[in-house]
T-cell receptor, first 111, second 115 residues
Framework: ELKVEQNPLFLSMQEGKNYTIYCNYSTTSDRLYWYRQDPGKSLESLFVLLSNGAVKQEGRLMASLDTKARLSTLHITAAVHDLSATYFCAGTPFFGNQFYFGTGTSLTVIP | DTGVSQNPRHKITKRGQNVTFRCDPISEHNRLYWYRQTLGQGPEFLTYFQNEAQLEKSRLLSDRFSAERPKGSFSTLEIQRTEQGDSAMYLC?????????????FGPGTRLLVL
């Protein structure tokens, strides 16, 4: 079973600041995903990372993957209030179709 | 709206009753997943279908849970003899795999409360 841990669990940051959310996973994973969930809503896919060194960017969010360290990061640049949400990472093991999610990072951006 | 719909959106039931939820995936997606999410936690995998075949099921899933996907289209998740611990949000997601990439599209969920 793939275990996925995120930190921090809660993050309060001021608008305009930068911060990074970390996602560690326990065994080899062939794909790493990032999702966003707004309160009371379902999950929205943000990024899929397929290989070591993969980097993807969308607006103020940038995700990267280091398969050797079993670590993915989600970097937030110059945060704005609209980024307030819970962010989840999820991995899938080789030869499997189960998605294992972390517990999420609840991000609050303060004006 | 992702194109994945779930019904009902809310369900309140008494302990011991059976409940059934429905998921309508995006029509061209051959993969369908069910998850359970409780407050403050990430989604927990329940089961996975490829077309009409149920290919994976969580080892943690009680025998009271059963899922079907007749004809590879919509899916139903039934919980028999509900318990208070079954109270959660039940999420459905659909996807199709293109090369190495798979993007899951989640439905709005069915929130279950067992009294």
């Amino acid at each position: 079973e793939l275990k996925v841990e995120q930190n921090p669990l809660f993050l309060s940051m001021q608008e305009g600041k930068n911060y990074t959310i970390y996602c560690n996973y326990s065994t080899t994973s062939d794909r790493l995903y990032w999702y966003r969930q707004d309160p009371g809503k379902s999950l929205e896919s943000l990024f899929v990372l397929l290989s070591n060194g993969a980097v993807k960017q969308e607006g103020r969010l940038m995700a990267s993957l280091d398969t050797k360290a079993r670590l993915s990061t989600l970097h937030i640049t110059a945060a704005v209030h609209d980024l307030s949400a819970t962010y989840f990472c999820a991995g899938t093991p080789f030869f499997g179709n189960q998605f294992y999610f972390g517990t999420g990072t609840s991000l609050t951006v303060i004006p | 709206d992702t194109g994945v719909s779930q019904n009902p959106r809310h369900k309140i039931t008494k302990r011991g009753q059976n409940v059934t939820f429905r998921c309508d995936p995006i029509s061209e997606h051959n993969r369908l997943y069910w998850y359970r999410q409780t407050l403050g936690q990430g989604p927990e995998f329940l089961t996975y279908f490829q077309n009409e075949a149920q290919l994976e099921k969580s080892r943690l899933l009680s025998d009271r849970f059963s899922a079907e996907r007749p004809k590879g289209s919509f899916s139903t998740l039934e919980i028999q003899r509900t318990e208070q611990g079954d109270s959660a949000m039940y999420l459905c997601a659909s996807s199709t795999r293109r090369e190495l990439t798979e993007t899951q599209y989640f439905g709005p969920g069915t929130r279950l409360l067992v009294l």
